[in-house]
DNA sequence: GAGTGGTCTAGACCACGCA
DNA sequence: GCGTGGTCTAGACCACTCG
């Protein structure tokens, strides 16, 4: 996998402030001759950095450093975790509950016979000990076959992937925003009738099959998202 | 542009339900000989197409077609206006206000000289004639040299790409909710301290420069936004 | 093991930007 | 007009899925 590492090396050298001159990379002849590949892996490193929204190629011109407002943004894009998005942060849990049952009304939206057996989790997640998000998650024991309390205390995302091998494919968010009320301000530490942004979503292994279906309550003072929309 | 014509071909055939069977694409061979192109082309019209969220592809399985829940939303990941979003409904705008001054404190983040002229848009944004969104939209004159509150009743999206021949590049989004105060609530038809989504959108042309900032502040009961989000 | 998508090579020509 | 990225060809071999 040549142009993955090759765009981690370009990535490295960007954040390393490597093309501040000119904010431009060099051409893909260049690049070329530096890293000794041929312009399939140069061409597939620069798309991947453009979909990450690292640098924007021109036609004719050259392929330019950009930087995007993220700071302290969550990345809608990512099918990773809360704790891949704030790197440097302490994002801890404090776990509701965790419970197994079947699927029963939630069988449609995880597409799946309603006896199918899952792990019901409610977690509070704190972003360096501020309370930041109310989280519903659902995960196939088809999948997931144990869960605990102790794990849902850590990264979920790392454990189902990591531990258990799962391999991600991509997830559909919907996003929108909506009153609170009590019982969710209440561990929110905001008012009933408060704003909050809510984000649904459902996540798919690399082989297509949905394996986690979740729903996430956001602190509307505290969460911002951002997203790079390409033209194509 | 071969591969983009192929994936409309294929995308056309996908709506027609032609692949309902087996929710599968053809072989890349298959699809090579059926249309007559490379592989090269294949490829990318099945990668445009994964982006967009139309298939996805497995690894020595095939090329599987999906159905995402983008009913009634809007796409985050899109540069084109309402009016592309929602096709078959009824787009209107009444125009607020349209004028036209210096950058001033916005030269920030449009990235320009305070001095630098520009068209400040302020519409109500309608979906089949009720209340959707509050827009608040800087052009640079500098690539607009010309906006009217009658241009601003239709699709300014169109009227800049289409008619003044922009060409679209790429935004930068950035979404959060929050309360509303008692102006905006009132053109919405909410109440003071009800909450919206705002979406903050810096939009640039294909040579890297932004010609519009805009903020959108959404009616929380009517607008959904949804988002493929890949692995990678 | 056969079939599938993923990566890679080594070329060619085209479209666009900029001076 | 030259340099740049965009499209395209015609191959090769690898990695993975599934029967």
Redesign the interface.
Same mark, same amino acid.
């Not at 991600?168 to 919907?174: H, I, T």
């Not at 009738?193 to 942004?197: A, V």
């Not at 998202?225 to 390409?230: S, V």
């Given at each position: 996998m040549k142009y993955r590492e090759l765009a981690r090396i370009v990535k490295a050298d960007i954040d390393r402030g490597g093309f501040r001159q000119t904010d431009k990379l060099p051409t893909e002849d260049q690049m070329m001759e530096q890293y000794g590949v041929t312009r399939y892996c140069v061409r597939n490193a620069v798309a991947?950095l453009a979909?990450?929204?690292d640098v924007?190629p021109?036609q004719g011109?050259g392929v330019?450093v950009?930087e995007?407002?993220r700071e302290g943004?969550m990345n809608?894009?990512?099918?990773k975790g809360m704790s891949a998005e704030f790197v440097g942060h302490d994002i801890s849990s404090k776990v509701l509950s965790v419970r197994q049952r079947e699927a029963g009304d939630d069988a449609t939206r995880l597409k799946v016979a309603p006896q199918a057996p899952l792990h019901e989790v409610r977690r509070l997640r704190l972003l360096d000990g501020e309370i930041f998000a109310l989280e519903w998650a659902l995960y196939l024991k088809e999948f997931v076959p144990y869960l605990s309390k102790d794990i849902a205390r850590g990264s979920i995302y790392s454990y189902v992937h990591d531990d258990l091998g799962l391999v991600?494919?991509? +997830? %559909?968010?919907?996003?929108?925003?909506?009153?609170l009320d009590a019982d969710e301000a209440d561990v929110l530490g905001l008012a009933a009738?408060?704003?909050?942004?809510v984000v649904e979503d459902?996540a798919?292994l690399?082989?297509?099959r949905m394996f986690n279906a979740g729903t996430v309550c956001?602190h509307?003072?505290k969460?911002?998202?951002?997203?790079? +929309? %390409?033209?194509?």
């Open positions: 991947l979909e990450l929204g924007y021109v011109s330019f950009r995007s407002k943004c809608i894009s990512s099918t991600p494919g991509f +997830a %559909d968010k919907v996003m929108y925003a909506r009153k009738g408060d704003p909050t942004l459902d798919y690399a082989n297509g956001y509307y003072q969460a911002r998202f951002f997203n790079l +929309a %390409d033209l194509k």
